[in-house]
């Protein structure tokens, strides 16, 4: 069983592991009570908003490239770097700090300049959530279960945030709504479990690299998924609802919802996408035909071995 903690500031997404002495050992539940408020006011205001690494899950790259109203492509290059999700060998991006001062190219000496749309990790904090079985957990017969019980939330306390000396105090309940962070988990949850299914495969199963390309582009760049579900031999290939087609076309939530599927059937087998009957055939008749082909080979390689030992036979002069 393993605990993943997720989307706290300036830890990694999904982890406590750099840092394990700052998250208080308590178990919190929605309605645990916490004392803490984050303003202007606060000697420590944007302290926390340098030096730090800050995954974007695919709903924040939306989200801001619409707040920026740039390209997802001019974003990643612009405001990302490349990493790994999770120490699992699945490619993502995280915020690009300014070489200058170490800080997220989003903070002002006056806040966050893209607060309202700020990525999910931002919202996060200083309250993570645990989940026992984020990867997903199965019973006898395959199928997925899951309740709230697997979940709690734990407390990140930093000494530089003064916050935790304010009044207010807040449920968690009512911090992660002000926060907007039940909509975030909404958005990310499919994303989060493909990674989180990655991770527990361990590494000794590794991604093929057009897999990995592929979900680095279905995550990071949902205009390029589109032209690769539109413009490809893609819809030769699946058979899709003419619906979902429509909403994906020019719905970009529904396709990043869409992407998230695509991916569990390609890169875990998740049988969620059908493949058109006949390329099902086509792809048999092909397997079919190579081991056609390979069997024919053999019997040509053993006849030919056959004649090599008979030429060998009448060629010695011992009889
Ligand atoms: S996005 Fe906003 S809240 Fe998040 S680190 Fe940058 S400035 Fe701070
Ligand atoms: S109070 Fe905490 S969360 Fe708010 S700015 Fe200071 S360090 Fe950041």
Known sequence: MSTEEMNVKGKPLFG?????????????TLESKIKFRCHPGVRCFTACCGGIKIILTPYDILMLTRRLDIPAHEFLQQYTLPTYLEKTDMPGVMLKLRE???????VTPAGCTVYTDRPTACRYYPVGMADFHEGGTRDGKGNEVKGEDDKFYFVVKEDHCKGFEEDKEWTIGEWRADQGVDVRDEMNKEWLRLVMRRKSF???ATLSEQAKRMFFMASTDLAHFRRFIFESSFLDTYEMDEEILAKIKEDDIELMHFSFKYLAATLFGVANIKIKEEKVKAKIEQIKQRQDESVLQSIREYEELKAETARQKAESPIK
């Open 16 to 28: 406590k592991d750099n840092n394990p002495s700052n998250i208080l050992p308590q178990k919190l």
């Open 100 to 106: 200058d001062d170490n800080k997220c190219p989003f």
């Open 202 to 204: 361990g590494l000794q």
